[in-house]
């Protein structure tokens, strides 16, 4: 019997069904994946299960039976005495799941207090608990969340998942927020424990290529709605529906040979949007959409055994992948001096002073003696894990912070030191693309104002008072530049006037860039710019940069955690750890053939694109462990 | 963008209670029945029109020195508001700009400003106007002087702690890299983002101003004692307040009013004006 | 845990020093501002230069302020406060049988305050997005616009004068014999001395100066503690503790609570210092013989000597309850204890 059933499961809010007709099973033992980009409703389902569905939710058809008995009937104080003990969850976010006012003992001693184990045993239960996930717990029980780190922490939370036997685990991303290496040893961790004890295990994830390694069957979901449902590796392998397809189609790999992402347009419709699409919720984007697709809800079509396809017009009859067109090659960097030269750049950090303003201990180095050369229109890439420095690496070149040593040549001037001379320099050369948008972009500017804003600094450095002068840049001037660089960045004209609070994530990371190209900078310093975003926005932005240096020559430094981006933007790799860089290369020779065992160990936590591959492998593991 | 945001039950309530103060005060002569320093001594302890033993001439009646209790109030709301505009006003200016400074810049200016709010803070605001007042010498003047004194501290302590987590956001640092210097990046950037911030506080200090006015004139220590304030309305009707307990209410309410609505104005503003509070129930 | 409680509070008042240095000199700077001279208006009518000469002499006033600033600190030092030019009583005899007075009204003040706007907070949050929270709102909105001696007044008004249940003048009832003092505090003496009439009579009249207190302290903590409240139900912590099938009381005390607590605490520190702002007016208006009487009494008759020292009370005062407030802080929070 399984362990979950849900059966043409709806949840509602404001009439529109946030989630449509969800079936599926849990067996004991098994593991299914559910596979959708942020806001197709991959979350609910857990919500639904622990009964924490937000205000204006609500179940309004289907069954969701837990061990045989209802979980939408049961009443609330039946509910949670199977949560937390029959029915578990692993969380997203680690570091904050866990109260960071409580010692690790307290919090899982207050669990096993919970489920009615006596004071006595709770101690034993939790060293075995948590040596069972590879902690010693002599050094984690009288720890705080704080000073544990992000695995640490998402480790105890798996103990405590785990320590009931419960008949479900719920995994909501359990991996999103940790380093590759981290991941697949907490991938490996949670296979191993849920063989263990045969227990049914939901995984919950983003990734596709990951939920194909991890899950026995994978459910694609798109808007709500759940467009294929098979066995991991022929979804993975060979996916059937339009959106399964370009989904796997956007995902950079990083083995195998490479060809142009062909990305979707546009992105997936909300919550506002559904109601206006009582049929294929996918038509607006499908490549392959007929007349029929529109009309009504598709049926779910099985293809194969246990392979289901929500289908109603040209789905199954087109050839679900596009031909694949391979990469050109890069273009060969420019001649001249490098734009960007580092010499032994170093930064260091001294300890924090104390109360009386004493300084505690030798400080930190984020970046230890790094040298690095840029032409111009190169693509390189830096990858590392976190606290690698690499953040730190594009703040010392952008002259953000100050290197402790060392020396940044930019188009052969010293910058080292930040006077105004750098200034100028810099201005002429570099600009910067920032993470994460919503800190990057000022609410309160307009989208024109927002990417002509150097043209505004230089007006106001020429001043405002003086009659005429070529350079000082009019209103007129900006809103001019403005609709060029939107166009550039692929942005319709009529953006001009938002604000970022009215633009989507992607829209908003490409106003960040086109901000970044008004002075026509040769070298674009760009931080981690497309991991907030989904694969689908993704593979248009990593798309646009090659637009670009197609067509305006321009250079770019790529900070990333993701090999597979750096891989398909870049033609050089640098891969940095501890502050230093350990390795550097051509980008098909270092992932062909990694020097370092460390960049090995990288490219090792990455599941391969093809799912038949073991991975996680324990050797990997266990040199991931040892790193 | 649009007003319907402003049209909030606090902001509505606390912006019209002080629109109509103000105009209270505009047109006191106007809206006064009697002149407020006239002393009827004929009739003493009044009480308000309505009561038994009321006059009509008097609608809330006469204090010990039988001067008209409304003309009186109406005649202090000019007190109260000149020195919760100009006080107020001050305070922010001061207050503000040395946060912005100390918060953006850091180092040697943040560390001394932060020192002088540190020792500001260990005063009890009442005291330390106590003393500036014996220092500088009584007076209206000098209770708006004294106010700017103690409270600048409300703001730079706030603010600058707004300025600290402004200062981290990306788009300073993308600010700097467009070419701004640091004075236009304060001034275009992280100005208008604690500006919400500013406004709201403003408000408040708005109220906290008539409060410490009022104290003031109650000890004696900011106006005449024969013109018209709530403070000094308190302190005479106090000693009669057995028989005549309007004499003390009435100012208070005068005084709660006001506080009121700068309170409600300043709560509602918050929200409306900023636009990441907004954002966020908008998704 | 007692340890680290006690190093913290070291390096508290080590940080402190300099501070209190600072305050003297600005209070002393302050007052040397006065146009008017403070001898002259201390001498008897018809006094002649000579005499006005010589008693500034004897009060060092005719030195510059540096030299007098460092006098005055060098005598604080050495134990001599000085003598009031108004009451002709050393100032430390003053300040020391009105600063216990002063301690037990802002410590009930604080405990009333602390105890209605935790409960009140606690209230609100369990009535979010309803009606009920409304309600409060408003009550809360209207109990922070009025000041304290404002209330003090009401007060009286309501409770001592329209139905009269408590006493609202002095300390204690009318006649009766202060306790011997052994500790100055009037309600830990008269216990020590078996004097429980004297005991609850220095109750009851602390009561309505305490409320007053109180009531403008509640409303702040109430508002404070509801918004952390609702901040923290939506960490990821709670809502783990609830995927753990805890109850609902478990995770608010548990989990919820000392989590909120934490911007509370903070806002107490800074709201006790002022509380000791806000006693000195309701001292006054229930005189109550504590250190606000002393000093508006000393403000009305220039005595600078009682002015200066009481003002640096206050000072110390607030810097005491400042250092432990900060202790329960880092006691409670472990992120910081561990540093
Ligand atoms: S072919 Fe039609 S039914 Fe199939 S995915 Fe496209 S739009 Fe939907």
Redesign the pocket.
Known sequence: MSVLAVEGLTVSAKQAAVLRDLSFEVAPGKVVGLVGESGAGKSMIGRVLAGTLPPGFAVTAGSVRFQGADLVAADPRARRRALGDRLTFIPQEPLTALDPLMTVAAQFGEHLQRLGMPRSGRRGAMRAALAAVELDPARVLERYPFQLSGGMCQRVLIAMAFVSNPALVVADEPTTALDVSTQMRIIALIRTLQRDHATGLLFITHDLRLAAHVCDEIIVLYAGEA?EHGPAAAVMGEPR???AASLKASIPPVDGPLHRLVPLADTMPGIARFASLP?????PR?????A???AAP?PAIAIAPRHTV???????S?SGAAAAIPMPPAPPPGAGPPVLELRDAAKHYPARRNLIGLRHGPGTTAVAGASLTVRPGEFVGIVGESGSGKSTLARLVMGLEAPTAGRILVDGADVTVGDAAARSVRLGALQMVFQDPQSALNPRRSVWRLVTQAMEAARARLGTGTRAGPARPSRAGRRERAATLLAETGLPADLLDRFPAELSGGQKQRVNIARALCLAPRLLVADEIVSGLDVSVQAQILNLLHTLRDELGIGLLLISHDLGVVRYVCSRVVVMRHGEIVEEGPVEAVFRDPQHPYTRMLLASIPPDDATLPWPRESDVASAAAA | MSAARFLTPRIVVGGALIAALVLVAIFAPLIAPNDPEAQELLYVLLPPAWAPGGDAAFPLGTDSLGRCIASRLVFGTRVALTVALTAATGAMVLGTLLALLAGYFGGRIDWLVSRAVDTWMSFPPVILALILLVGLGAGVDKVILAIIIVDWTRFARVIRSEVLVVRRRDYIAAARLAGFSHLAVLAREVLPAVAPLVITLLSLEMGIAVIVEATMSFVGLSVESDVAAWGVMIADARRSMYQAPWGVVLPTAAIFLTVLGFNLLGDGLRPALDPSLRTRGAR | MLLVALRILFFRLLVAVPTLIAVSALVFVILRLLPADPAAMSLPPGATAEDLARLRAALGLDRSIPEQYLIWLGDLLSGDFGISIYFRRPVADLVSTALPNTLELVLSGLLLGVIVGVAGGLLMFRARGGRGEEALDVVSSAMMSIPEFLWALLLILAFGVAVPLLPFIGRMAPGMMTPPGVTGFLLLDSLIAGRLDVFFSLLLHLVLPAVALAIALAPLIMRVLRASLVEVAGDDFVTQARLRGLSEQRILFAHTLPNAALPTISLIGVQAGFMFGGTVLVEVIFGYPGLGNLIVDAVRNHDLPVIQLVALVYCVLVLAINAAVEVIYLLVNPRLRTH
Request: charged share 15%; hydrophobic share 40%.
């Open positions: 467009v529906h339009p959106y049929g294929c919720r996918f038509a499908c490549p392959v959409r007929d029929t697709c529109a598709p929500r289908a109603a017009g040209a789905c199954l087109a």
